[in-house]
């Protein structure tokens, strides 16, 4: 799971995109499931190496952190589907597809659709 992507995510529910560290905290814990961190770990891998403060999407004093326009602006990126990270693009396919090493992209999608009709 990229944790970097789930700040943003929960910083961006707040109405001023600001949340005290504790609530934070609280909220992450809150959020942990299979689902959660699937989701999470899939925009990871769309957006690579994330970091918060150094690249400006989040800002933090002593009362809190607070995501910016720019880590909005990934947010919403990621979640179009757009790929930001430099590098391949790895496809997420679940363990139970039976899946060999020739099987391409759309043999797994038919196989899918076979599996539930």
């Given at each position: 799971?990229?944790?970097?992507i789930a700040i943003?995510?929960?910083?961006?529910?707040?109405?001023?995109g600001r949340a005290?560290?504790?609530?934070?905290?609280?909220?992450?814990?809150?959020?942990?499931?299979?689902?959660?961190?699937?989701?999470?770990?899939?925009?990871?891998?769309?957006?690579?190496?994330?970091?918060?403060?150094?690249?400006?999407?989040?800002?933090?004093?002593?009362?809190?952190?607070?995501?910016?326009?720019?880590?909005?602006?990934?947010?919403?990126?990621?979640?179009?589907?757009?790929?930001?990270?430099?590098?391949?693009?790895?496809?997420l396919v679940s363990?139970?597809?039976?899946?060999?090493?020739?099987?391409?992209?759309?043999?797994?999608?038919?196989?899918?659709?076979?599996?539930?009709?």
């Amino acid at each position: 799971m990229s944790t970097s992507i789930a700040i943003l995510k929960v910083l961006s529910s707040y109405p001023e995109g600001r949340a005290s560290v504790a609530s934070l905290n609280a909220d992450l814990r809150m959020l942990a499931s299979a689902e959660w961190y699937a989701r999470m770990r899939a925009l990871g891998i769309r957006a690579g190496t994330v970091k918060l403060f150094s690249a400006r999407l989040v800002t933090r004093d002593a009362s809190g952190w607070t995501i910016t326009e720019v880590g909005r602006e990934l947010l919403a990126r990621l979640e179009r589907g757009e790929r930001v990270a430099e590098g391949p693009a790895v496809r997420l396919v679940s363990s139970a597809d039976p899946v060999d090493a020739g099987t391409r992209p759309d043999d797994v999608a038919a196989l899918r659709l076979s599996k539930s009709a």
